[in-house]
């Protein structure tokens, strides 16, 4: 199964770009790559997906090297409301079925 | 919008009793999961089902099980509560059986287990 690292956690101040990396080395071939953002006492919510190289919405960026063996999520010009917890997530095809691997995330704190 | 909710925000049980929590999503969606949140682990798979009537294990499947009775309706039960259960429980469903086909979460029940 396809595990990722992340930094447990990040500082970052507002206005700023910040660029969270997930590892995800044993990557398999049909995985796509998934982050997802979280707020106190929600669930999580959907951000970017990817396969390879880089992919843009109107939230973030996801750039993903040629090897696939790790992510990073670019969230450009950060404010408070982006202060969450962000889940690396590798779309995992076990045997019998799906299971979804979500690692423990990367809590962002952004400072005024 | 897809909506998923969960019939508790916050629920206390004690130890023995039996505990069921209840989700719903209201958008034909094939996939329903169960997770647990705990501080420091992320989320974790209990269960999670493709279809009606059909499930699979998750990562910490023991001391739960699950029922999907109709498409919309998938619920946990802790046959016997304990203190270890103490966590929050997040519901997810998903359109089909892609792994990596957005999942959409509810919002969360917080159980307390005495």
């Known amino acids: 199964l396809a595990k990722t690292t992340q930094p447990i956690s990040m500082d970052s101040y507002e206005g700023q770009e910040v660029n969270i990396t997930c590892s995800h080395n044993?990557?398999?071939?049909?995985?796509?790559i998934t982050w997802y953002q979280q707020f106190p006492s929600q669930g999580p919510r959907f951000i970017i997906q990817?396969?390879?190289t880089k992919v843009t919405n109107e939230v973030a960026s996801l750039f993903i090297p040629a090897d696939r063996k790790s992510s990073t999520l670019s969230l450009p010009r950060v404010s408070l409301s982006d202060t969450a917890v962000y889940y690396c997530?590798?779309?995992?095809?076990?045997?019998?079925?799906?299971?979804?691997?979500f690692g423990a995330g990367t809590r962002l704190f952004v400072k005024a | 919008d897809v909506k998923v909710t969960q019939s508790s925000r916050y629920l206390v049980k004690r130890t023995g009793e039996k505990v069921f929590l209840e989700c719903v999503q209201d958008?034909?969606?094939?996939?329903m999961f169960w997770y647990r949140q705990d501080p420091g682990l992320g989320l974790r798979l209990i269960y999670f089902?493709?279809?009606?009537?059909?499930?699979e294990k998750g990562d910490i499947p023991e001391g739960y099980s699950v029922s999907r009775e109709k498409k919309e309706r998938f619920s946990l039960i802790l046959e016997s509560a304990s203190t270890n259960q103490t966590s929050m429980y997040l519901c997810?469903?998903?359109?089909?059986?892609?792994?990596?086909?957005?999942?959409?979460f509810g919002p969360g029940t917080r159980l307390t287990v005495t």
């Open positions: 997810a469903s998903s359109l089909t059986r892609q792994p990596a086909e957005e999942q959409y």
């Open positions: 044993n990557i398999a071939t049909n995985d796509y």
């Open positions: 990817g396969y390879k």
């Open positions: 997530l590798v779309g995992d095809q076990g045997t019998g079925g799906f299971k979804t691997i």
């Open positions: 958008m034909d969606h094939e996939n």
């Open positions: 089902s493709y279809d009606v009537k059909m499930k």
